[in-house]
């Protein structure tokens, strides 16, 4: 009877182990492309990868990264090569040392599935390279663009690829964006940008027409010409206008690519006032007027007089449309214009001017956590010279371009002191500080627990780090704390790129901040949370009841994934909870009201949780320190970090560049400017 059931035992292990390996298998199966794009496909590999109980190798990952982590990464990676729609890319790929996946391999073949997406792009290119009609402008750039392909493919047979994926993976990022960089290949995969206006997507253009050896000139009999034009107007992102642009070249195959790109940026334009007609963006009394500049933005070109400097085809403007235009050129650009933005400008009496004064301030009651908090910070800024003015320059930043309200629904200073702390903890190799909370020392035993409690623990959250201030100085004064001596200018270089772009840094070691899906959170080691894990993945307006003589209550923790251990607070954050009365997804965005309840002892207040952009609150593990943000909060605040970043990135290369500190006011005058001389470029001299 014993027997049997120990039969019976194995023989249900055995089946429920085989029903895994099934499991297992088919989602690897399912890992197919079909329609969809290169980008979506990655993502549905990432995914695949997730639900498997795997993870790809990062920097931050690397260091408990296992034998099972690899075989679950790469059986992932290997599925996503066999997937590819392309046969012929699936082919190429697959007959490189690298993408074997050889388990007889005398080496280790561990691959990351970010290194495997950048050959996949990288092939691309290669095979675009083959299929070229132009070529580079000399024997010289195209014996140093054939030598990058080589390289190429040197990189992708190499035998020792799997000793070091994390390596491995920065050569692959360098060798694809050397390939990028071949100009024959930028213009076949010339592309405007979803958000890029046409004056930018013309300028890249005509770079790259002068790159490859070309010009401007129709009369010139260059082969380059007609190839540029076409992908010019191939290339356009919105599908009506490109197949207008398109139509119009056919029917004037001899222009020039200046006069396509002024069809193109009429029509943009006539595109952008109605998107801002239909959102209601201008006010009833230029709608006419705009309605009116559209017909005539949409209407045919004709050569201008040959004394014109702009001598080619425009857009006339007859004698009864010259008041119209110049109306139009004192309303706001379209494309600057957003539904997001406050129609009216705050007019708050506690604060204090914009200048003059020299002091700024915030107003606190009961802010017991925030000394905390103020204390934590300061410690930081004691573990290392360089942090008070990096975090200095970033709060600098952040105010002259305009993005560090949060009452206007962008994101608090302090929120910029986590942001910078978390790339100097968790981002930067070496750190450059240590994670003070992760290093609290023992709490002393001799102390009572009423004691204990007292000095761990303020309004029922867990406070304790080390804070020892001069046991800090001293540590950091010997070296003891890091190794990283990197100056500042290469730490704010890291810092920026690590917030304005999602895949791997240049560096090599780890990608960029996700700000869909990631939470910052300094008390956790590694530094990121997922939405999901937090259950910030949602925008909720709660509604609590207080008493009028209480701080304002909090809510339950959230859960926490790989938490800087403390010890269990006595009751928890659940003993001191308000009642909850209702939790909607009401999408009105008033972020905090107060509605009178029960004459004084009780008030209802309303808080708009948002989760748009994520940052845990040190020690209130359940506040959003950027839960202020709107959406368009969110995209200034990228928009900004992406600017930074191209500003950083491009130091030196162009003779006109762009100040990294330029006051956001000056921006606003600057595009109005650009709106303006757009519109001359559209009509010629006549609008003057």
Not at 175 to 195: D, R, V
Not at 662 to 675: I, Y
Request: with cysteine.
């Amino acid at each position: 009877m014993v027997g049997d059931s120990k039969i019976n035992s194995n023989t249900a292990t055995t089946s429920n182990e085989g029903q895994c390996i099934d499991q297992y298998q088919a989602l690897l199966d399912e890992l197919k492309q079909g329609a969809k794009s290169l980008p979506s496909y990655y993502g549905a590999a990432k995914k695949a990868l997730r639900k498997l109980g795997g993870k790809d190798i990062t920097n931050s990952t690397a260091a408990n990264f296992g034998e099972e982590d690899f075989r679950i990464l790469n059986d992932v990676c290997k599925a996503f090569v066999d997937g590819l729609a392309d046969d012929t890319l699936r082919t190429r790929l697959k007959g490189y040392t690298s993408l074997a996946f050889d388990q007889q391999a005398a080496v280790p073949n561990n691959r990351s599935i970010f290194g495997v997406m950048a050959q996949i792009e990288g092939e691309k290119l290669v095979m675009a390279c083959e299929s070229r009609t132009i070529l580079e402008r000399n024997d010289h750039c195209e014996h140093l663009a054939r030598n990058r392909v080589v390289h190429w493919r040197e990189l992708q047979n190499r035998p020792n690829f799997g000793l070091d994926p994390l390596g491995y993976n920065k050569e692959l990022l360098s060798a694809t964006e050397y390939l990028k960089k071949i100009p024959s290949i930028g213009l076949l995969l010339l592309e405007q940008g979803q958000y890029e206006s046409a004056s930018s997507y013309h300028n890249r253009t005509l770079r790259l027409l002068t790159d490859l050896g070309g010009n401007d000139l129709p009369s010139s009999q260059s082969p380059v010409l007609p190839v540029v034009l076409r992908q010019y107007s191939q290339g356009i992102y919105d599908f009506g206008i490109r197949a207008q642009v398109s139509d119009w070249l056919r029917t004037n195959p001899s222009t020039s690519l200046r006069v396509l790109a002024r069809r193109h940026k009429s029509l943009q334009l006539a595109r952008e006032f109605e998107k801002a007609l239909e959102k209601g963006l201008y006010s009833t009394e230029v709608a006419n007027d705009i309605q009116g500049y559209i017909e005539l933005l949409r209407g045919p070109m004709t050569r201008s007089n040959p004394e014109d400097v702009h001598y080619d085809s425009i857009l006339p403007i007859a004698p009864d449309q010259q008041a119209l235009v110049a109306r139009i050129r004192e309303i706001s650009d379209p494309s600057r214009m957003s539904p997001n933005l406050p129609r009216d400008p705050y007019r708050d009496k506690l604060e204090f001017p914009n200048s003059g004064i020299g002091v700024q301030c915030d107003i606190n009651f009961s802010a017991q956590l925030a000394l905390h908090n103020t204390r934590l910070l300061r410690c930081y800024s004691l573990t290392d010279p360089r942090v008070r003015p990096l975090v200095l320059f970033v709060k600098h930043w952040a105010k002259v371009r305009g993005i560090n309200t949060s009452y206007r629904g962008t994101l608090s200073s302090y929120g910029y002191v986590l942001m910078v702390l978390h790339y100097l903890i968790n981002v930067a190799q070496p750190f450059v500080c240590p994670n003070l909370q992760a290093m609290a020392p023992p709490v002393d035993p001799h102390l009572r627990p009423e004691q204990v409690e007292n000095t761990t623990v303020c309004q029922g959250r867990y406070i304790w780090f080390w804070k020892d201030e001069d046991e800090i100085q001293a540590a950091a004064k010997q070296g003891g704390l890091t190794q990283n001596r990197e100056s500042i200018g290469h730490l704010l270089r890291g810092f920026f790129e690590y917030y304005a772009q999602g895949n791997m840094m240049s560096s090599g070691h780890m990608r960029g901040f996700d700000w869909g899906r990631d939470v910052i959170s300094l008390r956790t080691r590694g530094g990121i949370l997922s939405k999901q894990t937090k259950g910030w993945t949602g925008a909720k307006t709660v509604l609590e009841v207080q008493s009028a003589d209480k701080p304002p209550a909090v809510e339950p923790e959230m859960p926490q994934a790989n938490p800087v251990p403390g010890p269990e607070v006595q009751g928890g954050s659940n003993s001191t909870t308000a009642p909850q009365l209702q939790q909607s997804q009401d999408p009105d965005p008033t972020a905090a009201s107060r509605v009178p309840h029960d004459r004084g002892k009780h008030e209802v207040k309303e808080i708009r949780h948002r989760y748009l952009f994520a940052i845990e609150d040190p020690f209130e593990l359940d506040h959003n320190v950027a839960r202020t943000v709107t959406h368009n909060g969110i995209v200034s605040i990228r928009d900004e970090f992406r600017r930074a970043w191209r500003i950083i990135r491009n130091a030196g290369k162009h003779p006109n560049q762009e100040d990294l500190l330029q006051n956001a006011s000056l921006d606003v005058q600057a595009e109005h400017t650009s709106f303006v001389e757009l519109i001359d470029e559209i009509h010629g001299r006549q609008s003057t």
